[in-house]
């Protein structure tokens, strides 16, 4: 019965033991949780913004990419190393 009252959290009181519960001790342990939680949002802001950025560098490059492939005429339009193809 020790391990119902003080080990097993329960989802209806929040994830918190019923102990912690009838003792007031939830609220610290509340607290606690919020201090953990910013400061990993904090340490996780660069990774997420890091990749923010590498994902539209990609979608930017391939645009680019696409952009320039469809404005710069090909080597068949303009003969290879720039020379007009004879005319015939």
């Known amino acids: 019965m020790k391990h119902f009252s003080n080990v097993r959290v329960y989802t209806a009181f929040g994830r918190i033991t019923p102990a912690d519960k009838q003792t007031g001790r939830e609220r610290g342990t509340w607290v606690e949780r919020d201090r953990k939680l910013e400061a990993a949002r904090e340490e996780w802001k ?3 913004q890091a990749a923010r950025i590498g994902s539209m560098q990609k979608v930017i490059g391939s645009v680019s990419v696409a952009l ?5 005429p090909g080597e068949t339009e303009t003969g290879s190393a720039g020379e007009h193809p004879a005319k015939g």
């Open 68 to 72: 320039l492939e469809a404005l710069l």
């Open 46 to 48: 660069p990774r997420r």
